[in-house]
């Protein structure tokens, strides 16, 4: 043992000493080192244990102490992990960083010296790691000089280890540190200061391997990592000198930049790295504190965990890029648990976890990030301070980095990449100081690319994102909960439920390749919400100007890029669910855009857009903080709704094609239009505001460029700028409709079906089949076919500008619109005018309120208008009836039809009854026949319910009121240079209306334009409700002029202001509206074929209610004067002229109160009319027929032809001022309206109104022409008759329609045209004319005038008279003609007579009689108006008398024979009869007839009842208190006797003529006269007088004639006022003529006539040639020369001689006659008579005076002269023309004889007049049936007219004809013995009234009529047959013969002869003188013969006479022979 121990101990020291010599050597080895190599110093303080070591270099001042080192095992230490451990004290390092620059230059150099002697060996190197390792129990490092000579950086470390570790392969080296704690200082003059500190505990492990020498792992773990970073570290130069440092030894850009291709930026780098790293980094907190502020930012982080593997020996990935392969590796990033917090404990980063990873194979590259829950807070008041303390350092580093960086180019990677990430739960919100917080977060967000490359460059990737949510707001930065599903939170600017973006990429490879790059995306979007607001703007601006404006340049430099990139085909796919898109303002609320589905497919070709619910919608007021999202269908009250919308863009032919689905809708109103440009204007400041931020500078480069290009094409040729392509566009739409509210209650809508429209270079064209304009629900405008075209140009335009040389454009821009049918409805009663005025309005507003401030150009500089080409095939124009007329009318109808089958029906049972009660007789019972016929009345009452409930299921119910429809219309516009512009306008206007005065300042025109027109129309058509006949027909119409449309512009007074309701916030606003009308200027001329116009008075109630529907077209005139009448309103509208030219033109007058009769009117035919319409005057040139139609044979009776007729209307409008100053009317506003007298309404027309209108008419058909017809008129009987229907139907008074207060109608009812006619004048000229009167259609009997030459004037004035009353009704017109002048020459008057029976042709017959009645040489008639009582004394003093009516006729020549005697009482008998059928068949026949029955058996009273027709009038004046004839028996006697003795009285006056005795001559003397009414000359007239028994003919001549009417005051005559007439006749000159024997001229029928030479007065004669010799002057008896011709001179002719038989004389003739009838006016100024006190006392001769009918002849000289043959003649003229009877009479009066013998018989008044009403109802169906065969017979001969052989028609007419013929004959007997009835029965109540009177007291007689003769001298010559030797002559003087009939129907007759005497003047005659009185006559008042006879009433039909003969002298007279015995007297 001890040997042991000594060995030991041996051992022991030996190794002791060879230890200390091992450490002398190895310190004295290592200081020798350190000053060789490191050139420092080294010490050791002790020699046993190694302590105080210290380093020292020298140069660089640093020292490295070492307070302990000693070496330990873990056998000593069981902390130590080897057996061999180095450990160390105190570690204390100081250095200085300016001076540590050339530190490691020795290293950099001795490395690759030494680097092939560093060689272990693997065992030994792993024995040793097994083995050794180091430990430092703390190391303290102090860097001086940091940043600045006063920084002091000091590192503390707490218990280090070192471990190494080595299998062989690799070395691992373990440094662990179990705490460093650093500080950066910074010393100062106050105190100290920390810049940063940072704690830490850290382990990291090295692996490097053994051969190659290179690091191969990494790893570091950190805990507890605590860091502080002060604010000085961010002011002082450490962190400036860092970047600078730390660029210097990296040269890898050096050698980057000089290799030939380019490569990938730190991909060197990446390759120097080790194969693995991992760091782990655990409970990291960082704080940034400012000191200065008290404010500090905390980060901290739970986990941080970075792994790196590189496997080397694996296959790498080839051809990364083009020149490098890559390794495989793989690299993860993991975070977790992050959070920056403030100072004030405030989040403002937190992070869940965010794990990163990149993996690289030998396929492919595959990176991946995932985040979940980021949540930032940014609040710039925090954060400014801290970006302000790091801007120097930024801004320092980023220029250095500027300066250091150059232009590097990537290589292309080649490598398939693959690349996801997923992020979730992240929420940004940002509060920036100067604009509203907002914050982004998403719930996740997902992304997949890959990149790959197998034959071609192919890159895919998938972005996913979910509930992506942008809020902008004040508190948009407080972290809410996931909004609601489908509502929308304000202020959430963007909104994402879920994005989804797929996308490939496809790049062939190969310079080669002709194919292009290929690129898809497909993305669909969900729950997409954008809103736009102020705030949103705002941000967007703030965060786009902090990224700077760098992007604006780099997206220009983008689209330049991409431009000039080679050709991409590419391919998007967009589908976008439930978006909604609101803009946002304080103002004004939100507004809503909702897609349900939008999808977006593109292409390079074409891309298509697809819109599927889309909306637009209003919240007017946000007041809730959520809105929902709603479905599109489901949103109420959209604004705009549309349910597909797609969009397709073809880039390679540049077009654009859209297409709208069903469904859209449009609803607008003002406040929503103000809502929405509220809304735009926003969203447009938000779009300048972001512009502006992106591109600040975008203006001024513009504006530098723009020379720049302008410069750039001079040096080029032109056409190396190809022009743009201009983009074609298509539109289609299915259904649309489009709402318009221009009022809270109006609106207008427009409905539209597969709508089209496309453009195609300058083409524009569009389509639509069905387009629909309504206004307040009511569909109005309807288009059908619709087409529009805008055309650069059309060749057809080009042809329609060849008819105008007057234009000066050859070629303009046109547009075409096409119609294939336009229908036009307005409602009944709806007032269109309202809403068209609003919309109007509306118009006004929205062109104020957009185009208020765009520049208007000027006129000359504005582009010419394009032309206008309308084709419209079908147009109808329809105002719509009255629901319940049209249903009344229909129930009529149905009623009237109802009533014809239930009488069907009832007949059908009477046939069934009947044939019952023959098959049952009596057995039938009563019952059961009334069972049956109620039971047919109640199945009549069910079938008539049912067919009203059935009236409108088969045919339609008429709407209709009027309808105007027009077809193939073609209208054409022209514009033009020569009338564009205002000066070219005012210059037309000036040219087409020259007569209106035009302003000398001119006018300010508003509205000009000006067209040249051509338009042609095919049928022009206006039907009222469903009248037969057209109100127009107008056939081929062409029009070609001028138009010019004009609208001045109204003063300020003429500027009306209609308010808008816009509501809050914009309250009312006044929109202007121009007053003044829109005027039009016309020059048209038009071509017409057909033009056709029906109108009657039945239709004036439907043209009421059509006024009223046009009323309520056009919104009355807001000036509130009276409105003007239509002719006012249309002088005031229209101006210019008008021509027409109508091949046939029509006017048809109904004559029926039945709207739907088609057969009775009177038709105007004009034939080649010629139409010219001028201001005032209108024009008609053409041949003119008036047809009557009727619906009987009389149709189509031309009763009136006017060939060459020029018909002109002048018109003269009588105003206050010129009536064609319409520029002078200034309509005034309501509040503009000036002051006018107190009781005078304001009148803005007042000037222009006309008061009155003179017309003027004249018709002249003088033209000389061509055609060989003349003027014509044809009459029937039946035709005059007509007219006067027609007439009454014209004139009748039409009754007020639908006005009053139930119709609400109040208005004053419109002034009708013919009550505005002040004076209307008439002119006639035609050369020639001819007039045929028939009495019948069978031409029998008529008359037949014809004319020369004629003159008619005529002027008619018109008075209004008011009707009294309080009741407003109608002004009465009075018409009073003013004056008339008529000329007419050569006038003949036939009478005719056929001998045919009836026919169905009325032309003239050949076998037509035709009789000479009259003829005239020339007829002139003058009337004027009464004269004034001033005019009247005038005319009294010096003027001749002064006629109203005159008639001057010459050379009348008349002949009366018997067949004009028969013809003209034909024509009076029909006419008699037709007369006396009308007036039995009147209900007036029997009115007032009926008598008691009772009557006569009560006491008769002394007044006659008021049933009993009143006593014929007493005449003669009854006065009061006359004497009874019982009673005062004397005063009766001397009455009567001196009423014998009445003419006997005259004796006892002295002598003097006895004619002006006559009462004749005494009434018509009289100076009472207030109108002389009528005069009537006839100068050398003559008259034929031809007998029926005897040949030859008497002729009567006068030389002057006149005929005289006056008119008397009223005067009381007793008690009655009556009205006296006188007429007188003065002729003059007066002959007759006889033949003397039978002529060849007579028996050829031809007329013979006196020469004017002896019918004119009595002239001294030269006997100078042999005819008037043989004449024998003017004596009677003598010859006279007749002519046949009156026309040739009778030399010319066979003459033939007549005998004067009464020579010259004068006749005067005198009638008075008094009536009732009294002028009003007259009747007023009559005083009432006297009434005298003692009325007995009057002289009884007073009552024989007064109102007495007297007619008075007076025939002074006389010489008779007539041969026996022409006494014969003259007694058949007076017997057979003057006296005749007609045959019949007899036969009539047998007939009336014998009904009032029936009459008598039956004595009962009611028996009597059943039978007269039976026969008036029989003769009724007579009537009625001749008319219903006239119209079977009229319908026939219509049918005959197309079909002329059809014999079943020509049957059916003949039998009508017969039936016809014998309904005639019933009619006319029946209608006979009617009248005869009538008459009898009143005769038989007459008689019984009379009886009634006779038991009266009896009342004075007076004289009723007086009819006198008186001859002063006659000489009567009887002659021989040769008319010259006489046989007797007889002589009478003063001839008087009197009749008077009285009241009591007695007469006297009164004969009075003063001389006579009979003298034979045979030659052998004993005695002359025949018979003579006895004694001498010497006094003219002594009579030679008196004869008195008094007539009595009939006594049973037979009459008494009495005779007073008192005194007589033809008993003295001597005698030769007995007059008898020679033919003197027949």
């Known amino acids: 043992m001890p040997l042991f121990f000594s060995a030991l101990l041996a051992l022991l020291l030996v190794a002791l000493s060879a230890l200390f010599l091992g450490r002398w050597l190895v310190v004295r080895l290592a200081t020798k080192w350190c000053q060789r190599k490191l050139q420092a110093e080294l010490k050791i303080g002790s020699f046993f244990w190694i302590q105080n070591v210290s380093l020292k270099f020298q140069q660089h001042q640093q020292t490295v102490e070492i307070d302990s080192l000693w070496i330990s095992s873990k056998l000593f230490s069981h902390d130590l992990p080897h057996y061999v451990a180095l450990c160390f004290g105190e570690v204390r390092i100081r250095t200085d960083l300016q001076k540590v620059s050339g530190l490691f230059a020795p290293f950099s150099q001795s490395t690759g010296v030494h680097q092939k002697e560093l060689s272990f060996s693997p065992s030994l190197l792993k024995i040793f790691c097994q083995l050794f390792s180091i430990h430092v129990d703390s190391i303290n490092i102090m860097v001086l000089k940091v940043a600045t000579s006063e920084s002091l950086w000091h590192i503390q470390i707490r218990y280090s280890s070192f471990l190494l570790d080595s299998d062989g392969k690799r070395l691992k080296c373990e440094v662990s540190l179990s705490q460093i704690n650093s500080k950066v200082l910074k010393s100062g003059q106050l105190e100290d200061t920390c810049l940063a500190e940072l704690s830490l505990a850290l382990k990291l492990c090295l692996e490097v391997g053994i051969r190659s020498r290179q690091l191969k792992a990494i790893t570091v773990d950190v805990w507890t990592l605590h860091a502080e970073l002060h ?385 637009l919608a209003l919240v007017k007021s946000v007041t809730e903080k959520m809105q929902p999202c709603c479905k599109a269908p489901d949103i109420p009250t959209p604004v705009l709704s549309l349910s597909m919308l797609s969009i397709t863009y073809h880039s390679s032919i540049r077009s654009l094609e859209v297409q709208c689905g069903a469904g859209l809708t449009l609803l607008w109103s003002p406040p929503d239009h103000m809502y929405l440009y509220q809304h735009i204007l926003a969203t447009l400041q938000c779009r300048d505001l972001l512009r502006a931020t992106l591109f600040p ?23 190396s700028s190809p022009p743009k392509r201009l983009l074609s566009l298509t539109l289609e739409v299915s259904t649309a409709k489009l709402t318009a509210f221009v009022a809270e209650d109006r609106f207008i809508t427009l409905a539209a079906e597969s709508v089209s429209l496309s453009r195609h270079g300058g083409s524009l064209q569009a389509y639509c089949p069905e387009l629909a304009a309504g206004f307040d629900g009511n569909s109005i405008f309807n288009f059908k076919e619709v087409e529009v075209q805008l055309l650069p140009e059309l060749e057809e335009m080009i042809l329609h500008r060849n008819p105008f040389p007057v234009l000066q454009t050859l070629r303009n821009r046109v547009w075409l619109l096409s119609l294939g049918s336009v229908s036009v409805e307005f409602p009944y009663q709806y007032d269109f005018s309202r809403t068209l005025d609003e919309a109007v309005g509306v118009q006004k507003w929205l062109k104020g309120l957009h185009g208020g401030t765009r520049p208007q150009a000027s006129p000359s500089s504005a582009h010419l208008p394009p032309d206008l080409l309308l084709k419209v095939q079908h147009f109808s124009w329809v105002f719509l009836d009255d629901i319940f007329e049209v249903k009344l009318r229909d129930n009529y109808e149905l009623m009237k039809d109802e009533s014809k089958e239930s009488a069907k029906r009832l007949q059908l049972l009477d046939a069934k009854v009947a044939a019952l009660r023959k098959q049952h007789g009596e057995l039938l019972p009563a019952r059961k026949i009334e069972e049956l016929y109620a039971s047919l009345e109640h199945k009549n009452i069910e079938i008539y319910i049912q067919r009203s409930h059935r009236l409108y299921g088969n045919t339609p119910m008429r709407r209709a009121l009027l309808t105007w429809s027009l077809a193939g219309l073609e209208l054409v516009a022209l514009a033009d240079a020569s009338f564009h512009g205002p000066e070219r306008v005012v210059e037309q206007v000036r040219e087409l209306d020259p007569g209106s005065p035009f302003p000398v ?60 309701h816009l509501g809050l916030p914009w309250g009312n606003v006044a929109v202007e509206r121009n007053m003044p009308p829109l005027k039009f200027y016309h020059d048209f001329h038009s071509e017409i074929f057909q033009y056709t116009v029906v109108w009657g008075p039945c239709w004036d109630p439907a043209w009421t209610l059509i006024g009223q529907s046009v009323d309520l077209l056009t919104k009355p005139s807001a000036d509130p004067s009276p409105p003007l009448p239509w002719w006012d309103k249309s002088r005031l509208l229209f101006h210019g002229d008008w021509h027409m030219d109508i091949e046939q033109a029509n006017l048809h007058q109904l004559a029926t109160e039945d709207p739907y009769n088609t057969t009775e009117n009177m038709h105007w035919e004009w034939n080649h009319l010629s139409f010219h319409w001028k201001p005032g005057q209108f024009v008609f040139k053409g041949d003119l027929d008036v047809n009557v139609r009727t619906a009987s044979k009389y149709d189509d009776c031309c009763f009136l032809h006017l060939p060459d007729l020029c018909m002109t209307l002048d018109l003269q409008w009588l105003c206050h001022g010129n009536p064609h100053d319409h520029h002078g009317v200034t309509l005034r506003a309501p509040e503009f309206l000036p002051e006018v007298p107190l009781g005078q309404l304001h009148d803005s027309y007042r000037a222009f109104r006309s008061e009155n209108l003179n017309l003027s008419i004249k018709m002249d058909l003088t033209r000389h022409s061509g055609t060989i017809s003349q003027p014509r008129i044809l009459l029937y009987s039946s035709t005059l008759r007509w007219m006067q229907n027609f007439w009454a139907t014209w004139t009748s008074v039409t009754r007020p329609i639908c006005r009053g207060k139930l119709f609400n109608n109040l208005k004053p009812s419109k002034k009708k045209l013919g009550q505005h006619y002040k004076q209307l004048s008439y002119t006639a000229l035609f050369p020639q004319l001819q007039v045929h009167y028939w009495a019948s259609f069978a031409q029998q009997r008529g008359i037949q005038i014809e004319c020369s030459q004629g003159h008619v004037f005529t002027r008619g004035t018109q008075r209004l008279i008011p009707q009294a009353g309080t009741v407003m009704r109608r002004l009465i017109s009075d018409w009073s003609v003013t004056q008339m002048v008529s000329d007419l020459s050569q006038v003949t008057v036939y009478l005719m007579a056929s001998p045919t029976e009836e026919n169905a042709d009325h032309c003239l017959d050949p076998l037509v009689t035709k009789t000479h009645l009259l003829s005239l040489s020339s007829l002139t008639y003058q009337r004027h108006s009464n004269r004034t009582a001033e005019e009247e004394l005038s005319t009294r003093v010096g003027d001749p008398a002064f006629y109203t009516h005159q008639l001057h006729l010459v050379d009348l020549r008349a002949s009366w024979t018997t067949t004009n005697r028969d013809i003209a009482f034909g024509l009076y008998d029909g006419y008699k009869k037709a007369a006396v059928l009308k007036r039995n068949l009147s209900t007036e026949a029997l009115k007032g007839l009926k008598i008691d029955p009772q009557m006569p058996a009560k006491k008769p009273k002394q007044s006659v009842p008021t049933s009993a027709p009143a006593p014929p009038p007493v005449n003669t004046p009854s006065f009061s208190g006359q004497p009874d004839k019982a009673s005062s028996g004397g005063a009766y006697m001397l009455q009567k006797l001196i009423e014998e003795t009445d003419r006997f009285v005259v004796f006892t006056e002295e002598e003097s003529g006895v004619s002006d005795q006559l009462c004749g001559i005494a009434a018509c003397q009289t100076d009472d006269i207030y109108n002389r009414n009528c005069l009537i000359e006839l100068v050398n007239c003559q008259m034929v007088l031809r007998g029926a028994e005897t040949e030859g003919c008497v002729i009567v001549s006068a030389a002057k004639a006149q005929l005289l009417q006056c008119q008397h005051h009223p005067a009381w005559y007793g008690d009655t006022l009556k009205q006296k007439t006188s007429w007188t006749c003065l002729l003059d000159g007066m002959q007759y003529f006889a033949t003397t024997e039978s002529s060849p001229t007579e028996q050829d029928g031809r ?25 024998s002057g003017q004596a009677v008896g003598g010859m006279v020369t007749t002519t046949t011709d009156w026309n040739q001179p009778a030399e010319a002719q066979q003459a033939q001689q007549v005998q004067r038989i009464i020579s010259r004389c004068s006749c005067r003739m005198y009638y008075i006659s008094y009536s009732h009838d009294i002028d009003p006016e007259l009747a007023t100024q009559i005083k009432p008579p006297e009434v005298h006190e003692n009325q007995e006392k009057e002289d009884l001769l007073k009552k024989q005076e007064g109102a007495v009918d007297t007619f008075t002849l007076i025939h002074h000289e006389l010489e008779i002269s007539t041969n026996p043959a022409q006494y014969a003649m003259i007694l058949d003229i007076v017997n057979n023309l003057l006296l005749h009877v007609e045959p019949k009479r007899k036969e009539h009066s047998e007939k009336k004889q014998r009904v009032r013998f ?138 008087l013969y009197s009749k008077v009939n009285k009241s009591d129907d007695t007469a006297e007759h009164l004969l009075e002869l003063g001389w006579f005497t009979m003298n034979n003047l045979l030659p052998n005659a004993v005695y002359k003188v025949v018979l003579r009185p006895q004694s001498s006559c010497q006094s003219g008042r002594q009579l030679a013969l008196r004869l008195f006879s008094k007539v009595r009433p009939p006594v049973g039909g037979i009459s008494v006479k009495e005779h007073f003969e008192p005194f007589s002298s033809l008993g003295k007279c001597g005698a030769s022979h007995h007059p008898a015995d020679t033919p003197v007297l027949p």
Request: some cysteine; charged content about 20%; hydrophobic content about 35%.
């Open 231 to 615: 604010e000085g570290l961010f002011h002082s130069q450490l962190l400036r000198q860092g970047p600078g440092l730390a660029s210097k030894p990296v040269p890898c850009s050096e050698v980057i930049e000089n290799l030939a291709e380019p490569t990938l930026p730190g991909l060197y780098l990446l390759q120097q790295l080790p194969d693995q790293i991992k760091v782990k980094m655990e409970i990291t907190s960082v704080v940034l504190s400012m000191n200065s502020q008290k404010r500090h930012l905390n980060w901290t982080l739970k986990l941080l965990h970075f792994l790196y593997h590189r496997d080397e020996d694996q296959l790498p990935l080839r051809s990364f890029t083009a020149n490098s392969d890559m390794a495989q590796m793989s690299t993860e990033l993991l975070l977790k648990d992050g959070l920056l917090l403030s100072q004030s404990r405030q989040r403002i980063v937190c992070l869940n976890s965010l794990k990163a990873s990149v993996q690289v194979t030998t396929i492919d590259l595959a990176a991946s990030l995932v985040l979940n829950t980021c949540i930032i807070h940014y609040r710039h008041l925090e954060f400014s301070h801290w970006l302000h303390m790091l801007a120097l350092e930024t801004q320092e580093s980023s220029s250095s980095v500027l300066k250091q960086t150059k232009k590097r180019t990537f290589p292309q990677i080649l490598a398939p990449i693959i690349f996801s990430t997923s992020i979730s739960n992240v929420n940004v919100s940002i509060q920036l100081g100067d604009t509203p917080p907002f914050a982004l977060g998403f719930n996740s967000i997902s992304l997949d690319y890959q990149h790959l490359r197998p034959q071609s460059i192919h890159q895919r990737g998938v972005l996913t994102v979910d509930h992506l949510c942008w809020r902008v707001g004040s508190d948009s930065h407080i972290q809410r909960a996931p909004h609601p599903p489908n509502m929308h939170v304000w202020g959430e600017a963007l909104v994402l439920d879920s994005f989804t973006l797929q996308g490939s990429y496809n790049q062939p490879l190969g310079l080669s390749s002709t194919q292009s790059d290929t690129l898809f995306l497909d993305c669909t979007i969900r729950g997409l919400q954008v809103e736009v607001s102020d705030t949103c703007a705002q941000c967007l601006s703030r965060i786009l100007s902090l990224m700077g404006p760098q992007s604006g340049k780099s997206a220009v430099s983008r689209e330049s890029s991409f431009g000039e990139s080679v050709s991409l085909l590419w391919k998007v796919d967009l589908k976008v669910e439930d978006m909604n898109l609101f803009t946002l303002s304080a103002l004004v609320g939100a507004s809503e855009i909702r897609l349900d589905t939008l999808t977006v497919l593109g292409s390079a070709e074409t891309s298509t857009v697809g819109v599927q619910g889309l909306v």
């Open 697 to 719: 500078e975008t203006v001024p480069l513009v504006a530098l460029e723009t020379p720049e290009t302008a410069c750039e094409p001079e040096g080029c040729p032109p056409e």
């Open 1001 to 1060: 300042e001119g006018v300010d025109l508003v509205i000009q334009w000006c067209r040249m027109l051509k338009c042609s129309v095919k049928t022009f058509l206006v039907r009222i409700r469903d009248y037969p006949r057209y109100l127009f027909e107008i056939r081929d119409w062409r029009l070609m002029g001028r138009l010019v449309g004009t609208e001045q512009s109204g003063q300020p007074c003429s500027r009306r202001r209609q308010i808008l």
């Open 1647 to 1671: 007329q013979l006539w006196l020469e004017v030479k002896n019918i004119e007065e009595h002239r001294q004669r030269s006997l100078d040639s042999v005819q008037e010799l043989m004449e």
């Open 1798 to 1935: 029936q009459l008598e018989i039956s004595s009962n008044p009611e028996e009597q007049r059943s039978s007269i009403l039976h026969l008036q109802e029989a003769v009724r169906q007579h009537v009625a049936q001749i008319r219903q065969l006239e119209k079977q017979m009229y319908s026939i001969m219509k049918s005959l007219q197309d079909d002329s052989k059809n014999e079943n028609l020509l049957d059916l007419n003949q039998k009508l004809q017969l039936q016809l013929n014998q309904e005639k004959a019933n009619l006319q007997l029946e209608s006979e013995e009617l009248n005869i009835l009538i008459r009898c029965f009143k005769d038989f109540q007459l008689q019984q009234a009379n009886k009634m009177e006779l038991r009266k007291q009896q009342e004075d007689v007076s004289v009723v009529r007086r009819t006198e003769f008186y001859f002063a001298q006659a000489r009567w010559r009887l002659t021989e047959e040769d008319g010259q030797l006489g046989i007797a002559e007889l002589e009478l003087q003063r001839f």
